[in-house]
Every structure is written in C-alpha cells, then in structure tokens.
C-alpha cells in the first residue's frame, strides 16, 4: 500500500511540474505590450534602427582603440586601425542620413552592441596576451561586424521601400565595408592568428 501511495504522490509532483512548464510556455508565448512612444510605422522604426547604429558607432569609436591596443599582431593592430577610420566615417554618414530624412542626429543606446562590447572586454580579460587574446579579438571583431552587417542590410531595405535615396545609397556604402571588414577578419584569421593560438 506505501508503495501506491508512492506512485500516486509522484504522479501529482509530475502532473504538478508539467503543468508549470505548460503555464510557463504559454506566458512566453503571450504578445509582447508596446512600450511608451514605440514606432507605429516603417518610418518611425527606421528612425529608431539609425539612432540604435548611431549610437553603436560611437560606442566603438571608444572601443576599438583598446582592443588595438590589447592586440599584439600587428596585422591585427593595422585591421583594428583600419576598422576605427571607416567606424568615424560611418558615423558621419549617418549623420548625413539623418539629416536627408529631416530628423535630428540622436543616439539611443544599443543594447546590442553595448553586450558585443561587453564580451569583447570579458573576451580580453579572460585571455593571456598574445595569439589566443589576438583569436579572441577577431571572434569579438567579427560578432561586431555581422551585428553591423545585419543592422545596415536592414536599414537599406527600410530605406528602399521608403524611398529614402539618398539615405540608401550612404547605407549601402557603409554595408559594403562592414561585409569587407570581415572577410579581412576572417582572412587575418584564416592566415595564421588562429593556428598560432593553438
């Protein structure tokens, strides 16, 4: 009889744990509220993504110098120099689109690229100096960089369907050196960066 009343007791702790994981399931699945001032269009949404970009920039505008100077390849330190030249490019043009679409040059904070910045200063610090702290630099360059990537291809897009020309035609230019920027990368990287971290 103990033995039933075992059974039994764990068949209500199971019953008890699968129907939290399901009530849990369905509170993720629940639409997400709007928060206060949220885009209620393409328009408003493309402003808000320049503003996010805008502020990216300029956070690596800061960032970049201490990992060039973290980096002891000096392949590395050069591609890190380059990178912060087209970085103080990009915010100008973004300054420029801005200014095409008749709307204040504002940053709000990325969360994204304040956490891709975050790690790359762990990714140093977890790091000896040297080949794996150089290895480590390009993995957190290049998660920039398809960050970028995937932030400015959207952009033009929006841009498009907005007909935003001018607009379009400085973010496809900033897209093309962030996808160059991380062949580079992964060339240095394919080289022999990370064979010598081995």
Same mark, same amino acid.
């Given at each position: ?28 699945? $629940?639409?997400?509220?709007? !928060?206060?001032? +949220?885009?209620?269009? #393409?328009? =408003?949404?493309? /402003?808000?993504?320049? &503003? ?51 709307? $204040?040059?504002?940053?709000? !904070?990325?969360? +994204?690229?304040?956490? #891709?910045? =975050?790690?790359? /200063?762990?990714?140093? &610090? ?73």
């Amino acid at each position: 009889m103990a033995t039933t009343t075992v059974t039994a007791d764990k068949g209500k702790t199971n019953e008890k744990s699968a129907s939290k994981t399901m009530s849990a399931n369905a509170s993720e699945r $629940k639409k997400v509220q709007a !928060k206060t001032g +949220a885009a209620k269009d #393409l328009t =408003e949404l493309f /402003e808000d993504g320049l &503003k996010d970009i805008y502020w990216a920039e300029k956070a690596l505008t800061k960032a970049l110098p201490k990992m060039e100077k973290n980096a002891s390849s000096e392949q590395l330190k050069s591609a890190i120099s380059k990178h912060l030249t087209d970085t103080e490019t990009h915010v100008d043009r973004l300054e420029q689109c801005f200014e095409f679409i008749g709307v $204040k040059a504002k940053a709000e !904070k990325c969360e +994204a690229m304040a956490g #891709l910045v =975050e790690e790359a /200063e762990s990714l140093m &610090k977890e790091t000896e100096a040297g080949a794996v702290r150089d290895a480590a630099i390009i993995a957190a360059a290049q998660k920039v960089e398809h960050y970028e990537i995937a932030t400015y291809g959207t952009l033009a897009a929006f841009a498009k369907v907005l007909e935003h020309k001018d607009a379009l035609k400085l973010l496809l230019e900033t897209l093309s050196e962030e996808k160059k920027c991380d062949e580079d990368l992964s060339a240095l990287a394919d080289t022999n960066l990370n064979s010598k971290a081995e």
